[in-house]
C-alpha cells in the first residue's frame, strides 16, 4: 500500500516508470481492496453533495487506473516503458483524464472539510475519509480514519498494511516516536525492500530535522541498505535485457539521488566532526566503491551550501527593490508586511522545479493564510518568455495572463523593475529559492531546490506558533 503524497520516493516501479506512475498516482489513492471486509458494507453516511462529487470522480479515476492497466498488460512495449502510453492517448483524452485528476483533488479539499468525527462511519466512509484526507493534505483526518478502519479487518495482512499506513502518516505528521511504535518488526517484515527504505529514509529525516541525531543515524543506515538491496534487485532483473546498459545507467542514477539526499540529510544534522563516523557506516553499507566516489563530491558540494544557507539565518531579511506587481492592488513591502510570517519564492517562467514546488506552496498559503502566513513570488525580467524573445511590458503581460493562470499562482508576484537586486541581496544562486521572514523581520529558515517539502512546512507552522 503506497501513498505518494505522504512519501514521494515510495514506488515498486523501475526508475524508468516511475514518472509514469507518479502521474497516475498524483493524488494518493488509499482504496484498499481488503479481504474479509464485504460484511461490513452498510448504508453510506457521506451523503452531502460535496461528497456524492468526490466519490463520482474517484470512480471516474478507477475506472482510467482499470484501462491503463490493461493497455499496460496487453502491449508488451506499454509494459516494459509505460510513459509511452501518453502516445496512445488523443489530446481530448488527456485533457479528460486531466480533468479527473484536477476533479479528485479539488473536490477532496471540499469533502473532507465537512468531517472530522468517524463515528457512526462504515468501513468504506472510512476509506473514502481516508482518501480524500490524503489527497487534501488532511493526514491528521486520514490517520483517524485509518485508525478507525483497523479494528473493523479480520485480515491479517489487511490489518499489517494498514497499520504501516498508520506509521508513515504519523511520520508525515512528525510523530516520529508514534510512527517508531507503530512500524514494529512484524508490520515490516514482509514489506518490499524500497518501499521499507523509503519510509526508514523519511525518518532519518525527520529524526535529524530534531536533531535527534542517533535515531537519525540509525534509520539512515537502515533505508540505505534496504535501498541498496532494492537496487540489486533491479539490475538482477535487467542482466541479459537488450538495454541493459541503458536501463541499470538509469537504476545508478537513481541510486546516486537517494543516497545523496539521505546522507545530507543526516550528515547535515551532524557536527563535522562526527560525520566521518557516519560516512564510514553509509559506505559500508552502499558497498558500492563507484557510488560512493560519484556521491562524495555532490555531497561535499551540499554541505557547503547549506552552510552559506545558515549563514543568513537569525539576519534582519533586506527590503526589496522596486517591482512590478501581479495579484495585488499595493506595492508589497516587508515593512507592511511587519508581524506576518512570510515565505519569498525566488522563482522564473522557465524553471520546471519552480513550477513542481507551486502546489506545494499554494496549499500552504490556503491552510495557513489565517494563522498569518503570506507568500509572495519574487522574479526578474527574463527577456524571453516561452522560447519567444519579449519586452518587459509583453512579458509583464504574459505573466498576468498565461503563466499565473496555468500554474494557478494564487499568491501576489512581483517582478522586480530593474535587475535582480532581491536575488543578489538574498544570495540566490539557484531556483526555487524559498526563505522564511519570521514576524519580527529576520531570516529564519532558507531553502534551494524542489524538495524537502515537508521540511518546509514544518517550518512555517514552528513561526506561525511563536
Not at 127 to 155: F, Q, S
Not at 343 to 351: E, H, K, Q, S, V
Not at 446 to 451: I, L, Q
Request: proline share 4%; charged share 30%.
Amino acid at each position: 500500500m503506497r501513498h505518494p503524497i505522504l512519501n514521494a520516493n515510495c514506488s515498486k516501479e523501475t526508475p524508468i516508470e516511475m514518472m509514469y506512475m507518479k502521474r497516475l498516482s498524483g493524488i494518493a489513492i488509499a482504496m484498499l481492496l481488503l479481504t474479509g471486509t464485504q460484511s461490513l458494507m452498510a448504508q453510506s453516511n457521506l451523503t452531502s453533495d460535496a461528497w456524492m462529487e468526490f466519490k463520482a470522480y474517484m470512480k471516474s479515476y478507477d475506472s482510467i487506473q482499470t484501462v491503463f492497466k490493461q493497455l499496460v498488460e496487453s502491449d508488451p512495449e506499454l509494459e516494459k516503458n509505460p510513459s509511452l502510453i501518453q502516445t496512445k492517448l488523443s489530446a481530448e483524452d488527456q485533457k479528460r483524464i486531466n480533468e479527473i485528476y484536477q476533479g479528485v483533488g479539488t473536490s477532496a479539499m471540499t469533502a473532507i472539510e465537512e468531517i472530522d468525527d468517524m463515528e457512526g462511519l462504515t468501513f468504506e466512509d472510512l476509506r473514502y475519509v481516508k482518501t480524500a484526507g490524503i489527497g487534501a493534505r488532511k493526514v491528521d483526518k486520514a490517520l483517524k480514519a485509518n485508525l478507525a478502519m483497523i479494528p473493523l479487518v479480520e485480515d491479517a495482512d489487511s490489518v499489517k498494511a494498514l497499520k504501516f499506513d498508520t506509521a508513515k502518516m504519523y511520520a508525515y505528521l512528525g510523530k516520529h516516536d508514534q510512527a517508531a511504535a507503530t512500524a514494529v518488526p512484524d508490520v515490516t517484515e514482509d514489506l518490499p525492500h524500497e518501499e521499507l527504505g523509503s519510509f526508514y529514509a523519511s525518518m532519518a529525516r525527520g529524526y535529524a530535522q530534531k536533531e535527534q541525531v542517533a535515531k537519525a543515524q540509525r534509520y539512515a543506515l537502515d533505508a540505505l541498505k534496504e535501498l541498496t538491496t532494492y537496487v540489486e534487485e533491479q539490475k538482477a532483473l535487467l542482466k541479459g535485457t537488450p538495454d541493459e546498459e541503458n536501463e541499470v545507467g538509469l537504476v545508478d542514477r537513481y541510486a546516486i539521488g537517494q543516497y545523496l539526499e539521505l546522507v545530507f540529510q543526516v550528515a547535515s544534522a551532524m557536527e563535522e566532526e562526527n560525520r566521518k563516523d557516519f560516512y564510514t557506516k553509509a559506505q559500508e553499507t552502499i558497498d558500492d566503491e563507484k557510488t560512493w566516489q560519484q556521491l562524495v563530491p555532490a555531497l561535499d558540494q551540499r554541505l557547503k551550501e547549506a552552510a552559506k544557507e545558515e549563514e543568513a539565518l537569525n539576519k534582519p531579511a533586506p527590503e526589496w527593490p522596486e517591482h512590478d506587481w501581479i495579484g495585488t492592488e499595493e506595492s508589497l513591502s516587508l515593512e507592511k508586511l511587519k508581524g506576518k510570517v512570510v515565505l519569498i519564492d525566488f522563482f522564473a517562467t522557465w524553471c520546471r522545479p519552480c513550477i513542481v514546488a507551486f502546489p506545494y506552496i499554494r496549499n500552504w498559503q490556503k491552510e495557513y493564510e489565517d494563522d498569518g502566513l503570506v507568500v509572495v513570488g519574487l522574479t526578474n525580467y527574463q527577456g524571453s518568455y516561452k522560447k519567444d524573445k519579449v519586452t518587459p511590458p509583453d512579458e509583464f503581460e504574459r505573466m498576468m495572463n498565461d503563466f499565473i493562470p496555468e500554474h494557478e499562482v494564487t499568491w501576489p508576484v512581483g517582478i522586480e523593475s530593474n535587475g535582480r537586486q532581491a536575488f543578489l541581496d538574498y544570495g540566490v544562486r539557484g531556483i526555487p529559492h524559498l526563505v522564511l521572514v519570521g514576524r519580527e523581520g529576520k531570516i529564519r529558515y532558507v531553502k534551494t531546490g524542489a524538495g524537502q517539502f515537508e521540511q518546509t512546512e514544518s517550518k512555517i507552522k514552528e513561526l506561525l506558533a511563536e
